[in-house]
């Protein structure tokens, strides 16, 4: 086995040609990995900020990802932090690809310090953002003054768009590492409405490098079937996610769905059947139905909670909307559940969404897959996970249903919710939420309600259920 000193030099040595943009591609763990055009363009900048942007897997989490490898093992010494929205992102979404290109003898993962130490006294900090953009005034500050500590080399962060301006700035402030050949963010992004797009593209700051890629430039690593899913959608949305177009005819300031689905949603409004617990029932249950609740849980104390019911056949038969204590949304619940024959529930898991999933993880509740990188094996998770990229499915999903007039929404809230539901560059509303003094509770439980529900889906499900095998019986003559 090589030496620490062997080690250090040889990797200095590729520091070397990676500075010299010669490095195509670099072999690890016995794996050779080369780099598409666009991955070395990224990986070959030494502009200050460099922001990687493009359709839905194109490869540009990978190169964010090899170029953090390389400019730790290259460069002695150096210090990084790695960071997305919230810290569970980087363990769930990051570090299981990150240790799998790694060779495990290069580094040690200190994972209560959330620290990954070199062979070469270089370190990698993760950290999730959230804290630096969200919570009490007093909060944010705090968080902000956390980093001022940092002397750092490097910062990487993964979907950019989930981050507010003002964090990316106190970032910026701790590049200042004496004994690195250059001091860079980089980024990566999907196309969307936030404040990077003016940075980058529109107003174009100086020492940044902009580069996109689309979801074709990376099709050799990609599976036909994948493809084929990412190029069923809406031209519009096939632009912006699999050619990754950022431009502002894409991303105009306006309402998610089409005024005219909105007209004809508008058109069914009526009166609630009765009010029962606070509970608008529209339609009563029926057995030959099935259904499913979407839950959007909050405090109680800014946002009101909101539930809502969605039979098998497309329609909103029930909902609250209301604030209301953790507890008072489970009781709440609980009640909806056996007043529509234990329907799959729907809820959003993050935030608040944590001590609702708690108490109602005895009731038929949406698992979600996960990967599990100390196990390394997917493992089922309760309740809805709310990032950029999962809000953006719930709007694809509930669009393509508008198109086939399969919503019957008959309360007027959650139409008039629809009608303030824009698209927005605040990244805590991940690409998409209520306007200003607005609020959003109704248009996000609809929409998990609606969350793999369609027609045919629902034909299959009944198929299932009705489905009895058939006993032959033979006669002997």
Same mark, same amino acid.
């Given at each position: 086995m090589q030496t620490?000193?062997?080690?250090?030099?040889?990797?200095?040595?590729?520091? /070397?040609?990676?500075?010299?943009?010669?490095?195509?591609?670099?072999?690890?763990?016995?794996?050779?990995?080369? #780099?598409?055009?666009? %991955?070395?363009?990224?990986?070959?900048?030494?502009?200050?900020?460099?922001?990687?942007?493009?359709? #839905?897997?194109?490869?540009?989490?990978?190169?964010?990802?090899?170029? &953090?490898?390389?400019?730790?093992?290259c460069f002695p010494k150096n210090r990084i932090l790695l960071g997305r929205q919230y810290l569970s992102d980087v363990t769930r979404a990051l570090l299981p690809d990150l240790f799998e290109i790694l060779p495990s003898n290069l580094y040690k993962y200190r994972v209560k310090d959330n620290i990954i130490s070199f062979f070469n006294g270089s370190e990698i900090i993760l950290m999730g953002l959230d804290a630096m953009q969200s919570g009490t005034e007093s909060n944010i500050k705090k968080a902000q003054q956390k980093i001022k500590s940092l002397n750092l080399g490097a910062f990487f962060i993964d979907q950019l768009e989930e981050i507010d301006k003002e964090v990316f700035t106190a970032l910026?402030?701790?590049?200042?590492?004496?004994?690195?050949?250059?001091?860079?963010? *980089?980024?990566?992004?999907?196309?969307?409405?936030?404040?990077?797009?003016?940075? #980058?593209?529109?107003?174009?700051?100086? *020492?940044?490098?902009?580069?996109?890629?689309?979801?074709?430039?990376?099709?050799?690593? &990609? $599976?036909?079937?994948?493809?084929? /899913?990412?190029?069923?959608?809406?031209?519009?949305?096939?632009?912006?996610?699999?050619?990754?177009?950022?431009?502002p005819d894409i991303l105009v300031d306006s309402i998610v769905f089409g005024k005219e689905y909105i007209a004809k949603l508008k058109a069914m409004v009526k009166k609630p059947l009765k009010v029962r617990q606070g509970c608008e029932i529209y339609e009563e249950y029926k057995i030959s139905r099935s259904y499913q609740m979407g839950v959007d849980p909050s405090e109680g104390s800014v946002d009101?909670?909101?539930?809502?019911?969605?039979?098998?056949?497309?329609?909103?038969? +029930?909902?609250?909307?209301? #604030?209301? $204590?953790?507890?008072?949304?489970?009781?709440?619940? %609980?009640?909806?559940?056996?007043?529509?024959?234990?329907?799959?529930?729907?809820?959003?898991?993050?935030?608040?969404?944590? +001590?609702?999933?708690?108490?109602?993880?005895? &009731?038929?509740?949406?698992?979600?897959? %996960?990967?599990?990188?100390?196990?390394?094996?997917?493992?089922?998770?309760?309740?809805f996970w709310t990032d950029y990229q999962s809000k953006q499915a719930l709007i694809a999903n509930f669009q393509k249903l508008l198109r086939i007039n399969y919503p019957k929404i008959y309360d007027e809230n959650t139409i008039d919710e629809f009608m303030t539901f824009i698209w927005t560059d605040v990244a805590r509303q991940k690409g998409a939420g209520a306007q200003r003094n607005y609020h959003d509770d109704d248009v996000m439980s609809t929409l998990l309600g609606y969350w793999k529900l369609s027609p045919e889906i629902v034909a299959i499900r009944a198929a299932r259920k009705n489905y009895k095998p058939i006993n032959k019986k033979f006669q002997y003559f």
């Open positions: 620490n000193a062997a080690l250090v030099k040889e990797w200095q040595r590729v520091g /070397d040609l990676l500075l010299q943009g010669k490095i195509e591609g670099i072999e690890l763990n016995g794996i050779t990995y080369h #780099f598409t055009p666009k %991955q070395k363009a990224f990986i070959d900048s030494q502009q200050r900020y460099c922001l990687f942007y493009g359709g #839905f897997g194109s490869g540009k989490t990978f190169a964010l990802l090899m170029k &953090l490898i390389l400019m730790s093992l910026t402030t701790r590049l200042r590492r004496t004994n690195v050949p250059f001091r860079q963010g *980089n980024m990566t992004c999907n196309p969307a409405n936030f404040w990077a797009y003016k940075y #980058f593209k529109k107003d174009t700051k100086k *020492n940044t490098f902009l580069l996109q890629s689309s979801t074709m430039d990376n099709k050799e690593n &990609l $599976t036909q079937d994948y493809i084929d /899913d990412l190029l069923d959608h809406s031209d519009i949305w096939v632009e912006r996610y699999v050619k990754g177009t950022w431009s009101p909670s909101s539930i809502s019911v969605i039979s098998s056949d497309g329609k909103k038969v +029930a909902k609250y909307n209301g #604030f209301i $204590t953790i507890p008072g949304l489970i009781n709440k619940v %609980q009640f909806l559940y056996e007043e529509y024959g234990h329907p799959l529930i729907i809820p959003e898991s993050n935030a608040a969404g944590a +001590a609702l999933v708690e108490g109602i993880k005895d &009731l038929r509740v949406y698992k979600r897959l %996960q990967f599990n990188y100390r196990e390394k094996r997917q493992t089922e998770k309760l309740g």
